[in-house]
Each structure stands twice: as C-alpha cells, then as structure tokens.
Nanobody, 125 residues
Framework: QVQLVESGGGSVQAGGSLRLSCAAS???????????MGWFRQVPGKEREAVAS??????IYSDAVKGRFTISQDNAKRTLDLQMNMLKPEDTAIYFC?????????????????WGQGTQVTVSP
C-alpha cells in the first residue's frame, strides 16, 4: 500500500519562503520513465489545482507559481520537495502530495492515484 506523508507546512509572511517535503513508502509500482509525483493545493470551497509535477526528466509548473516554486526529487528515496519562495497571500491553501504509477508526458491530474493527507500553508499579508 502506497503512503505519502507531507511535512513542512506552516505560516509565513508574504515574501517569505517555506519548503514542503513528501515521502512515499510502499511504492512498488514506481518506474523512473513512467511514474509521476506532484504537488496540488486546495482552498476550501474551490477546486484543487496542480502546482508542480514531475515525470522522469519532465517538470511542469502552474503559471501561478512559475519562477517562485521549485520541485526537487530524490528517486532513490521516493521523495519530492517543494521549495516555495516569494510567497503571496494567494498561495494560502492545503498542499497535497500526489503520485501515480503510469503517467502521461503531459502529466494529467487524473494520472495521480495516490494522495497524502495534506499540509496547511498560510501566508499573511
């Protein structure tokens, strides 16, 4: 059974930085070429949105975070970190780590089948 555990959320003032980490365990279906990991976020009452994701050498960022957020992955440890810089109040959300065994190059949201519990990020003005 795949488990994803997030850590690193918290509160910060606008302009500050936070680093989220995600560790996967029990993931026997992982392959470098086909599997993907990513970060999503959700504000209560709104739809969940993709933040950043990676499949092999391909990395995709949403326009909202491009240039401010960076993901890094340790394939051996099955971890995925999200470095968030220049945070804005609109980045406030619950952030979820997600993973999928067999993902398209375009890394569709539906490719992600394993989800973490989420970690709260709050950015104050």
């Amino acid at each position: 059974q795949v488990q994803l555990v997030e850590s690193g959320g918290g509160s910060v003032q606008a302009g500050g930085s936070l680093r989220l980490s995600c560790a996967a365990s029990g993931w026997t279906g992982w392959t470098y070429a086909r599997s993907c990991m990513g970060w999503f976020r959700q504000v209560p009452g709104k739809e969940r949105e993709a933040v950043a994701s990676r499949r092999g050498p391909i990395t995709i960022y949403s326009d909202a975070v491009k240039g401010r957020f960076t993901i890094s992955q340790d394939n051996a440890k099955r971890t995925l970190d999200l470095q968030m810089n220049m945070l804005k109040p609109e980045d406030t959300a619950i952030y979820f780590c997600a993973a999928g065994d067999d993902c398209y190059e375009s890394i569709r949201s539906s490719d992600f089948v394993y989800w973490g519990q989420g970690t709260q990020v709050t950015v104050s003005p």
